[in-house]
């Protein structure tokens, strides 16, 4: 049996991977799910309202798993840390007294210093000594990428956890309709898809830079997303008379995948980027920034390009690979296989 503690349904990676995860498991696997936030709408999800209700059930949870006659894990993903410590507290200190055996696992997507950083004062040392001691009492760490790991050696290097690094499950339903809601123009050459928040971390302005630089090639760019920086980016392709389109928020982006020539992903940094790896299950060619650790990720793919910090990069026109059927579902992980690395069994 595992156990999730989360803060509940969203966009980010963390939250879509566990949505793709369970809405992909058979019942027959003994999954439940704390949420403390937004509901994920699932069976196996047990909704909260505050942190004392939170450790009652995660406790609860866990011992109905042993009740059963199961290894169970516990598994933090992600929400207000003071339940997680206070829940892995209780079982280590248990099983000193009881020979249960009780997996503790950090599920973790983000970068982990990032969890104390920006507080201050009292707050930042007491959630980096939450973090540390969480660290030294789980089993594993399971990670999407080697840049959480490589986070966790600079920033908490004492710490003995093992890191399992897991891809994301990520899950592309057939697209909906190849008629999208807007269109790259009939005679674009290379259609350019940008998908992601329109924030600073993002750098979706690096996208109009290279599309900007490469105009005579007949390129037109879609960014699909919403965020502060939209009117400054208007203005500027108004301005600048850059061909690109911003779309705004996009239900199902297989639509645009299926039919876009290249992705761009201007980050300045990623944990895993699902947006590329759906990108790439699609069939388009994928141009990024250097982000630590894309390569050790992505370099082997054959359809990802990785790019140098140019400043007026060309794009490379590749010839395309054969395309999945839209009406395909498309995965990237077995799950059983996922579930058995959870539980470190593999």
């Known amino acids: 049996m595992i156990v999730f503690i989360t803060h509940g349904d969203g966009p980010r990676g963390a939250e879509r991977a566990l949505r793709n995860l369970l809405t992909n498991s058979p019942t027959s696997i003994m999954l439940s799910v704390i949420s403390m936030g937004k509901r994920f709408g699932l069976p196996v999800e047990h909704y909260v309202t505050n ?10 949870e866990v011992e109905r798993g042993l009740e059963s ?32 055996r009780i997996r503790l696992v950090l599920w973790e997507h983000c970068l982990p210093h990032t969890h104390y950083e920006r507080r201050i004062g009292g707050a930042r040392f007491v959630i980096r000594s939450m973090y540390t001691c969480m660290l030294s009492m789980a089993d594993a760490v399971i990670a999407p990428s080697s840049v959480i790991g490589d986070d966790l050696k600079r920033y908490f290097g004492g710490i003995g956890s093992t890191v399992l690094q897991l891809n994301n499950p990520i899950i592309l339903e057939p697209a909906s309709s190849m008629q999208l809601p807007i269109e790259w123009p009939g005679r674009t050459a ?70 876009a020539d290249l992705l761009l992903c201007t980050s300045s940094y990623e944990t895993y980027s699902n947006v590329m790896m759906e990108a790439v299950m699609c069939g388009c060619h994928v141009l990024t920034t250097d982000w630590p650790g894309v390569e050790s990720l992505y370099g082997n793919q054959p359809l990802v390009r990785i790019h140098s910090t140019d400043v007026s990069p060309v794009f490379e026109v590749y010839s395309l690979s054969p395309r999945p059927d839209p009406s395909e579902r498309l995965t990237n992980f077995v799950v059983l296989d996922y579930i058995q690395h959870l539980e470190g069994r593999n």
């Open 190 to 259: 290379t259609r350019i898809l940008f998908v992601g928040s329109l924030t600073r971390e993002k750098q979706p302005h690096l996208a109009l830079d290279w599309v900007s630089a490469n105009r005579g090639s007949n390129v037109h760019l879609l960014l699909c997303g919403d965020g502060l920086l939209r009117e400054e980016l208007q203005n500027r392709i108004i301005f600048e008379n850059i061909p690109a389109t911003i779309v705004g928020y996009v239900g199902n982006l297989r639509d645009y995948y299926q039919q």
């Open 51 to 60: 942190k004392l209700m939170a450790v009652v059930v995660a406790l609860r």
């Open 69 to 100: 006659d199961q290894q169970v894990t516990l598994c933090y993903v992600n929400g207000h840390m003071a339940v997680p410590f206070i829940v892995f507290l209780i079982i280590r200190l248990r099983s000193l007294l009881r020979r249960e």
